[in-house]
C-alpha cells in the first residue's frame, strides 16, 4: 500500500467535520465522472437542534442541547447512535454522522448516515433525570425521526436503556407500538439477539480477516484496548475467548497494564462494582495516555475522536490497528502510520458490526420474526468479511490506505445513487 501525501491538518486544530471532509477530498481523485457529485458528500441534508429542558429531582429546571443530523439519505433512511458526553458539538455530530453515510454504504446496508447527540454528562443525572431527559429530546427531534425516516441506536452514554424510553415516548406520540424507530433496544421490547456485543464481535472479525491477511495469527497475540464501554469490552472478552492476550486497557478512569495478560471478565467486574478500571488489582496502574504505545499486534481504539495524532502516531507499536472508536485517529497520524507499515482498519469498516445487527434488529421488527443468536453473528461475520475483502482489495489495486479503498467503495455507491436519483426540478 503506497502512502498519501502528509497532511498538513494539525490534531489541534483539527475539528471533526474538518477531518471528515479530509477523508472526502483524499477519495476524491479516485471517484471519475462521479466526482461531480463530490459536493453532496460535503454538506448534511439536515440539522436540528433542540433545547431540551427537564425538571431535576430537586424541582429546578435544567436546559441542554441536543443534535439530531441527516447527512444522507440517497440510499435509505438515516441511521445512526445518539450520543450523551459533556463534549458533544454539532461539528461531532455532523461528523459522526458523516462517518455512518460512508459506513453503510462501505457494508452495503440500505441506509443514509444520522447521527444525535445531547451535550450532557450522564454520569451527572439520577436516572429519572436521565429519562426524562431521553424522552424530552425524542419528542423534540420527533419530526424527523421514524422507521422509515431515521433510526437512532446508541452510541456513547446511551444504550439499551435509553433506546427503550425513546422508542416508547415515540410511540405514546403516533399512538402505536413502533419497535422499528430504534435499534438496541432490550430483546424484551423488540431488540435482536447479539446486538450487545456486535460492535465488538464485528472489530474482532475485521481484526481477524486483517491479521490472516499479513499471516498474523490472533491466537497468542497480544491486545491493548482503549475504552471499556460496549464496544471496548465486547471487543477485549471476544479476542481474550479467541485465545489472545488482552494485556492493557484504559477507560475514562483511568489505564492498566498486565503484560501476563487481564481476563476482561474479571475486570468488567471490577468495573460494574466500582465504575472503571482503576483500581484493578491485577494489573498494574499505567498514565491513560501510556495506553495507545504500549507493544502489542491488535490496538484498538474504543473511546472517541482524535486519540491517534502527529504526537503519538511514531510511538503506536501495534502491527495492527483497529478502529473500534469512530475518528480515532486524524489525519495526519494517518499518514504516519502508513508510513510506518501499521495496517489500520478503518471505523467505517471495523466498528461496522454494531450497524449490521442494528439493519438486522430493524428487518426482524418489520417482519416481527426473530432469528437466532447464532444466525445473527453467522450473518454479522459474513457481511463484515465480504466487505474487508472487497476494501482489501481496492487498497491493494489503487495502492491506497484501507481508509481511502473503503471511501471509494462507499462514496462510489453513495454518489452512483445520487446520479441515479437526479436534481429536482
Ligand atoms: N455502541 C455502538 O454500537 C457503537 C459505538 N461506536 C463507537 O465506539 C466508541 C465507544 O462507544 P461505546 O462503547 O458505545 O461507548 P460507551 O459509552 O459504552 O463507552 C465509552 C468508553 O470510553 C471510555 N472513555 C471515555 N473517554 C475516554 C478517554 N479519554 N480515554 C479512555 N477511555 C475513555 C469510557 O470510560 C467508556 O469505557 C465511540 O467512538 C462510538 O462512536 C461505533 C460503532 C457502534
Ligand atoms: O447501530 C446503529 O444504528 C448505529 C451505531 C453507531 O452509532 C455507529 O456505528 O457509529
Known amino acids: 500500500m503506497k502512502s498519501e501525501p502528509l497532511s498538513y491538518l494539525s490534531s489541534e486544530t483539527i475539528g471533526p467535520w474538518e477531518i471528515y471532509l479530509a477523508q472526502v477530498d483524499r477519495v476524491t481523485p479516485y471517484l471519475g465522472k462521479l466526482a461531480y457529485w ?18 431535576t ?17 440517497f440510499r435509505g ?11 458533544v458539538t454539532l461539528s461531532e455530530v455532523m461528523a459522526l454522522s458523516a462517518w455512518m453515510t460512508i459506513k453503510n454504504a462501505a457494508v452495503g446496508l440500505p441506509y443514509g448516515g444520522g447521527k444525535g447527540g445531547i451535550r450532557v454528562d450522564p454520569r451527572k443525572l439520577s436516572p429519572g433525570e436521565l ?3 431521553t424522552r424530552r429530546y425524542t419528542s423534540e427531534i420527533g419530526l424527523i425521526i421514524g422507521p422509515d425516516k431515521d433510526i437512532p441506536a446508541p452510541d456513547v452514554g446511551s444504550g439499551a436503556r435509553e433506546m427503550a424510553w425513546m422508542m416508547d415516548t415515540y410511540s405514546m406520540n403516533v399512538g402505536r407500538t413502533t419497535p422499528g424507530v430504534v435499534t438496541g433496544k432490550p430483546i424484551a421490547v423488540g431488540g435482536s439477539l447479539g446486538r450487545q456485543d456486535a460492535t465488538g464481535r464485528g472489530v474482532f472479525v475485521a481484526a481477524a480477516v486483517a491479521a490472516e491477511k499479513i499471516g498474523l495469527p490472533v491466537e497468542g497475540s497480544r491486545v491493548v484496548v482503549q475504552g471499556f464501554g460496549n464496544v471496548g469490552n465486547a471487543a477485549a472478552r471476544i479476542f481474550h475467548e479467541a485465545g489472545a492476550k488482552v494485556v492493557a486497557v484504559s477507560d475514562v478512569t483511568g489505564a492498566v497494564r498486565n503484560d501476563g495478560g487481564i481476563d476482561p471478565h474479571d475486570l468488567l467486574q471490577h468495573v460494574a462494582s466500582l465504575g472503571g478500571v482503576k483500581g484493578y488489582p491485577k494489573a498494574e496502574a499505567i498514565p491513560a495516555s501510556e495506553v495507545l504505545t504500549v507493544p502489542c499486534e491488535f490496538l484498538v481504539p474504543a473511546a472517541l475522536e482524535k486519540q491517534i495524532t502527529e504526537k503519538n502516531a511514531w510511538q503506536v507499536q501495534a502491527k495492527i490497528v483497529v478502529e473500534g472508536a469512530n475518528g480515532p485517529t486524524v489525519p495526519a497520524a494517518d499518514d504516519i502510520l502508513n508510513e510506518r507499515g501499521v495496517i489500520v482498519v478503518p471505523d467505517v469498516i471495523a466498528n461496522a458490526g454494531g450497524v449490521t445487527v442494528s439493519y438486522f434488529e430493524w428487518v426482524q421488527d418489520f417482519n416481527s420474526f426473530f432469528w437466532t443468536e447464532a444466525e445473527i453473528n453467522a450473518r454479522l461475520e459474513r457481511l463484515m468479511r465480504q466487505s474487508l475483502e472487497a476494501v482489501w482489495q481496492v487498497a491493494q489495486d489503487k495502492k491506497v490506505s484501507l481508509r481511502t479503498a473503503a471511501y471509494i467503495v462507499a ?12 436534481l429536482y426540478p
Open 57 to 73: 429531582d430537586d424541582g429546578a429546571v435544567l436546559h441542554f442541547e441536543g443534535y439530531r443530523v441527516h447527512h444522507n439519505t
Open 38 to 55: 463530490v459536493e453532496d458528500l460535503k454538506r448534511p441534508k439536515r440539522i436540528l437542534i433542540v433545547d431540551v429542558p427537564i425538571h
Open 77 to 87: 433512511p438515516a441511521k445512526g447512535g445518539v450520543r450523551f458526553h459533556q463534549d
Open 131 to 133: 429519562e426524562r431527559l
Open 411 to 422: 462514496a462510489t455507491r453513495v454518489l452512483e445513487a445520487r446520479s441515479l436519483l437526479g
